[in-house]
């Protein structure tokens, strides 16, 4: 019983900061809510257009704002308050909900009225998504770091069982309207939190523009050894490896010919599987080798999404994209927190919103030509192609980063 105790505090060590505390807990609720709206938005992009092209289009409208604005929001949230910045994000989020909201309830809504409002929840979070990377490591003291991402993580993909099931059930009883009610509503749990917490670190005044913070960001990461082999690989994980969620939609409907409740299913598989992959990392202490178990990790990720690609059988695809989803979050966590740990607080926004556009920019790139590749081949040879071909960057840089010694730093 002891030994069961220390092993859960050390699982959970990151809980024991108070501010990380409040700060988990109103982002959990949070991302409830974004995942409720998410689980009604993409059915009906999907059931108004009957093209999942839609689906990829509006998963890239919503991830735009973040490759066009995410550098200037790197380089503000190391010089201006990033409880503020993260205040304004929440509230132009919390607006698009509701505005949403109040267009299912007048039954005025278009595919466009969605399309817009996902850019425009997409600027809030171009801004916020730096501002919150750099935040959170200063909420919990350096050798609780990596075990604070993982725990982030494990909020993230709670949620993304949670707000699946809960939107199901709200828009199987009650309609879409709701759906994005709650996620408005959702969004005062993150704004109380941020007003809460007490943030210590304070960006040093600067007189450089904008454009040269920007461009001593670029050069820390490419001057430091390790950094810039993480940045692209964390664009071509998503790539690869993110768009298989964003088209269940079609699988579902195509392949399995069911309806909300199983594809309600396989986020649930998917996010339990999120949970325990996050769960592994936190459980460790930090090892040697770290990058190269990333590596394994995602050949694993594209193995199960081939196989997933061509499964028939629901029970077997709930096993697969539960591997998948393990997968995804071990591979990502291990990966950002090899990034925190080398950067310095002054260049933490700068060098995560680099970090964070790459990883973010995949998934509308991938989004789209997958949507595109889908009418073309078929859904189980676009996905399974992109599962192989996420074994194939895995193999490929693992034998470029020990050929060049550079495993070294991401030991």
């Keep these: 019983m002891a030994k069961t105790v220390v092993f859960l505090r050390r699982i959970f060590r990151a809980f024991q900061y108070r501010d990380f505390r409040i700060m988990w807990l109103g982002a959990c609720v949070s991302t409830i809510g974004t995942f409720v709206q998410q689980f009604a938005q993409s059915w009906l992009v999907y059931d108004l257009t009957k093209d999942p092209f839609y689906l990829g289009l509006d998963l890239f409208l919503g991830q735009l704002p973040f490759m066009l604005f995410s550098l200037v929001g ?3 949230a190391d010089r201006l308050d990033r409880k503020k910045m993260l205040l304004c994000s929440q509230v132009i989020q919390m607006v698009c909900a509701f505005a949403l909201a109040l267009l299912f309830f007048l039954h005025v809504v278009k595919v466009w009225h969605i399309l817009t409002l996902s850019f ?19 909420l919990v003291g350096p050798e609780d770091l990596a075990n604070a991402i993982s725990m982030n993580s494990i ?13 199901g059930l709200a828009y199987t009883a009650l309609g879409a309207t709701w759906c994005f009610t709650l996620n408005g509503i959702s969004y005062l749990a993150v704004i109380v939190s941020l007003v809460v917490i007490k943030v210590k670190f304070v960006p040093a005044k600067t007189q450089n523009s904008v454009m040269k913070s920007m461009h001593e960001g670029i050069r820390f990461i490419r001057e430091r050894e390790g950094l810039t082999a993480l940045v692209v690989l964390a664009f071509c994980t998503t790539l690869f490896g993110f768009s298989l969620s964003g088209f269940l939609p079609v699988i579902v409907r195509t392949i399995f010919h069911k309806g909300p409740e199983t594809y309600e299913l396989l986020l649930v598989c998917s996010g339990a599987g999120s949970i325990c992959g996050a769960l592994i990392v936190a459980a460790m202490e930090r090892l040697k080798g770290q990058g190269r178990i990333a590596l394994m990790t995602l050949s694993g990720l594209g193995l199960a999404t081939a196989g997933f690609a061509f499964s028939r059988w629901l029970p077997l695809s709930c096993v697969l994209i539960f591997l998948s989803g393990m997968m995804v979050m071990a591979s990502a966590s291990l990966m950002i927190s090899l990034v ?6 002054s260049m933490r926004g700068r060098v995560m919103s680099v970090y964070n556009l790459a990883f973010r920019a995949g998934i509308p790139l991938g989004a789209l030509v997958m949507g595109k590749m889908i009418p073309w081949w078929g859904v189980s040879k676009a996905v399974s192609g992109f599962g192989l071909a996420l074994v194939g960057v895995a193999v490929y840089f693992f034998i470029v980063l020990k050929n060049t010694g550079t495993f070294r730093k991401l030991a």
Aim: proline share 7%.
């Design 155 to 167: 909020q993230f993909n709670l949620a993304r069982i949670i707000g699946p099931t809960i939107g």
């Design 340 to 345: 925190q740990l080398i950067v310095a607080d």
């Design 120 to 138: 425009l929840v997409g600027v809030g979070q171009s801004f916020g998504g730096p501002a919150y990377s750099a935040l959170l490591p200063t």
């Design 74 to 76: 790197g380089v503000f």
